[in-house]
Each structure stands twice: as structure tokens, then as C-alpha cells.
């Protein structure tokens, strides 16, 4: 079963436009959500991630939204650029625990910003 | 300097033969993951191991079989290798045992025939 469940598949936005990309889990036990981006050929690698005691975590353009009640989180991404291009993964994980180190991914979100 | 690395980069060969592949990292970590990318892009962790002790050990066939020669290194041993064994192989490390920023490598296309 899948863990965590991201949207959409894809996504296609203009240049200086908003990207933004959901993500949902069930388990509560999930304790630390990172945001991964992956470029053709290469690695994930970890772009932002946030825990829940928080509900905003921003980082330059790169903004994680969390609402734990709907235990929902999103990645927004402001003034997209071309580099921005990538595919990118929610993630999420218990943390300390009998699964130490276990991430749960979505399925990926590919993004393309048109110039 | 690359964080973690993996050779080889490309993999290519027959149904039944053998394969390893190896990665390296040399961020002091204490912790290091293998997982695939199948070709849809979904990314599931196979294994991980602290300081040379399996942790995490996914529903994988027991023909893949890694070995940690120290907290440095995680090579992974495949045998009689199938069709579906066909992905991009990535080795992790990261920092804590839980789930801290996890450092992928450049990944391993294993292409199966």
C-alpha cells in the first residue's frame, strides 16, 4: 500500500508562475516530511523538508506547507524557473523508531517550467 | 569531491549471471541505504545498515544480498539476475539513524536481457 500520496503526476507551468505539488499520509506516527528533487541522470536530492510542530517551513522560493489535522502537506514553488525542471518527491518518515532511517516516498511530481 | 558514489554507472547483461555493484561515501556518516527506482519512477528502499549492522531489510528476493565492509562502503550483490531486476540502483547515507537528509548517489542502471 502506498504510504504516501502525491499530486498530480505531472505539471506544467509558465515561467514566474506558482508550482504547486500535494501530498497525503495516513500514518500518524510519521514524524518528518521531506521535499526531494531529482534532475535526468542523477540523485534526490533533499530540497526542504519540516516536522510537525511547525506549519510553514520556507526556503528561498521553495515553501512546505503542513496541515497535520488533514495530515496533508505541499510543496509551493514561487517565481518558477526552467531550472527548476525536475521531478520531485514527497516523502515522509517516522523518525526514531523501530524503522529508523525508513522514508516513505510518493510517487513523484514531474515538473516542467515553460520560459 | 563526490559524497557518495557508485560504480559502475551503467550495467548492462544477461538473465542468470551475477552482478555487484558498490558505493562508497566519505561524509563520516554512520548509516547507508540501497534503494531502487523502478521505471516509473518510484523509489523504495531495499536495505540499510548502521555502522555495518542491517537495520532496515525490505521484502526483497534473498537473491540480492548486500555486504558492508565498514560504515563506509555498501556494495550490493545480486544473483541470477531476472528481467524485473531491471531499475536504477541508488546507494543513500545519512548522518543519524533515523531519518535524517539521506545523500543519494548518482544511481546504477542495471539493464537486465
Known amino acids: 500500500q502506498q504510504q504516501v500520496k502525491q499530486s498530480p503526476q505531472s505539471l506544467i507551468v509558465q515561467k514566474g508562475g506558482i508550482s504547486i505539488i500535494n501530498c497525503a499520509y495516513e500514518n500518524t506516527a510519521f514524524d518528518y516530511f521531506p521535499w526531494y528533487q531529482q534532475f535526468p541522470g542523477k540523485g534526490p536530492a533533499l530540497l526542504i523538508a519540516i516536522r510537525p510542530d511547525v506549519s510553514e517551513k520556507k526556503e528561498g522560493r521553495f515553501t512546505i506547507s503542513f496541515n497535520k489535522s488533514a495530515k496533508q502537506f505541499s510543496l509551493h514553488i514561487m517565481d518558477s524557473q526552467p531550472g527548476d525542471s525536475a521531478t520531485y518527491f514527497c516523502?515522509?518518515?517516522?523518525?526514531?523508531?523501530?524503522?529508523?532511517?525508513?522514508?516513505?516516498f510518493g510517487r513523484g511530481t514531474q515538473l516542467t517550467v515553460w520560459p | 569531491d563526490t559524497a557518495v558514489s557508485q560504480t559502475p554507472k551503467y550495467l548492462v547483461t544477461q538473465m542468470g549471471n551475477d552482478k555487484s555493484i558498490k558505493c562508497e561515501q566519505n561524509l563520516g556518516h554512520d548509516t547507508m541505504y540501497w534503494y531502487k527506482q523502478d521505471s516509473k519512477k518510484f523509489l523504495k528502499i531495499m536495505f540499510s545498515?548502521?555502522?555495518?549492522?542491517?537495520?532496515i531489510n525490505e521484502t526483497v528476493p534473498n537473491r540480492f544480498s548486500p555486504k558492508s565492509p565498514d560504515k563506509a562502503h555498501l556494495n550490493l550483490h545480486i544473483n541470477s539476475l531476472e528481467l524485473g531486476d531491471s531499475a536504477v540502483y541508488f546507494c543513500a547515507s545519512s548522518q543519524l539513524r533515523d531519518a535524517d537528509e539521506q545523500y543519494f548517489g548518482p544511481g546504477t542502471r542495471l539493464t537486465v536481457t
Open positions: 545498515y548502521n555502522n555495518k549492522e542491517l537495520i
Open positions: 516523502a515522509a518518515s517516522p523518525g526514531r523508531g523501530s524503522t529508523l532511517g525508513r522514508l516513505y
